[in-house]
DNA sequence: GTCTATATCGAGATAGAC
DNA sequence: GTCTATCTCGATATAGAC
């Protein structure tokens, strides 16, 4: 019935998260995704009524990821501050791949602010995801104004980071970032809960 | 002879300009360009060979129209911390665009590093422009240390602020990071050249 | 469920009249 | 120089056999 736990259905998601982010969605034909999954273009509209319908589904499994990733950070990293160092250092750990071809979630809403107005909305849920963490961690930090204000920022730190990284594919660059980012965020937590 | 000079030429690399910018450069089509001009489709190739021929004028337009926008900057604005701020402030000037667009340069460098490989090089020159007049002005303030690395922050600041502003078609938040950009510039200056 | 064919469309690019 | 007509290609999507 082509229920969500289908496994090439599965297949095929994975296949086009991989080929959106790094060609790009609207570069990204079907032939390019059968090529990876090794399955005939037109089985494709068994699984998917188009191919808007396959960009839905990658965006959901991005968000999937995304929490049950932080989920795990939560359960392995007990000191808030550390992870959101944690998350800083989620641009050194993938410098290769943002270098190349910039981050995930920043990219697709670019694109889409361009084309496709109606996808919008479901992409920058991605943004949401990793904001509404941050700042349960600035909270637990003891930080009570301006919270998401502040969240926002560090995505704007990083996501600056990765723009300017990727234009001239520079990793130095992006770990000098790294370093900022951190320094920053020294500035911002308040001194008693520094140094745990 | 179809030289630089020719006025339909830079009408269709001006039409070319607005259309890379808000549809994305993948995505814009001859007959898009042609609509705005008022030519025919098989006209384009008496002025240029191929699209990526248009995409290089664009660019080389980009850059010239920057360069004298800068000159004419340095021309109104005498102190150099009063022109990082109307850099700064360039975010506020144009934030319709900007947050429904993003930014000309930081878009065009994302596209390209996704597909076009080749022409990443030229689209890059577009920051470079905006990254040697920031440490010009940082220069005169007296910042002697890693001021081209305190240039390429303020650009990651600016390009962040796009691309979450823009993702959530936000301007209230791009004028905060339009705040928060210029509290960082006020603290990267060294006392003694503030507030003259 | 997966395949092979095919329909349909719009893209970039070319040829040649005017 | 600018046009119309056309070529070629690759894209999404559909129909129907197996």
Not at 66 to 88: G, Q, T, V
């Given at each position: 019935?082509?229920?969500?736990?289908?496994?090439?259905?599965?297949?095929i998601?994975?296949?086009?998260?991989?080929?959106?982010?790094?060609?790009?969605?609207?570069?990204?034909?079907?032939r390019?995704?059968s090529?990876?999954?090794?399955?005939?273009?037109?089985?494709?509209?068994?699984?998917?009524?188009?191919?808007?319908?396959?960009?839905?589904?990658?965006?959901?499994a991005?968000?999937?990821?995304?929490?049950?990733?932080?989920?795990a950070?939560?359960?392995?990293?007990?000191?808030?501050?550390k992870?959101?160092?944690?998350?800083?250092?989620?641009?050194?750990?993938?410098?290769?791949?943002?270098?190349?071809?910039?981050?995930?979630v920043?990219?697709?809403?670019?694109e889409?602010?361009?084309?496709?107005?109606?996808m919008?909305?479901?992409?920058?849920?991605?943004?949401?995801?990793f904001?509404?963490?941050?700042?349960?961690?600035?909270?637990l930090?003891?930080?009570?104004?301006?919270t998401?204000?502040?969240?926002l920022h560090?995505?704007?730190?990083a996501?600056?980071?990765?723009?300017?990284?990727?234009a001239?594919?520079?990793?130095r660059f992006?770990?000098?970032?790294?370093k900022?980012?951190?320094?920053w965020?020294?500035?911002?937590?308040?001194?008693?809960?520094?140094?745990e």
């Amino acid at each position: 019935m082509g229920s969500k736990g289908d496994a090439l259905r599965q297949r095929i998601v994975a296949a086009a998260d991989e080929l959106f982010y790094k060609k790009g969605y609207e570069n990204t034909s079907f032939r390019d995704i059968s090529d990876e999954v090794n399955i005939s273009r037109g089985n494709f509209y068994y699984h998917f009524k188009s191919k808007d319908e396959i960009l839905n589904a990658v965006i959901d499994a991005r968000i999937s990821a995304f929490e049950s990733m932080l989920k795990a950070w939560d359960k392995k990293i007990i000191d808030p501050k550390k992870r959101l160092y944690y998350f800083i250092d989620m641009l050194s750990r993938n410098e290769d791949e943002i270098t190349s071809y910039g981050c995930p979630v920043g990219g697709l809403c670019t694109e889409l602010a361009k084309t496709s107005h109606a996808m919008q909305g479901d992409a920058n849920r991605m943004f949401i995801v990793f904001c509404d963490w941050i700042v349960t961690q600035l909270k637990l930090l003891g930080i009570k104004n301006n919270t998401k204000q502040v969240a926002l920022h560090l995505l704007v730190l990083a996501q600056g980071a990765v723009t300017i990284s990727n234009a001239f594919e520079d990793k130095r660059f992006l770990q000098q970032e790294v370093k900022r980012a951190k320094q920053w965020l020294d500035a911002e937590i308040p001194k008693y809960s520094r140094d745990e």
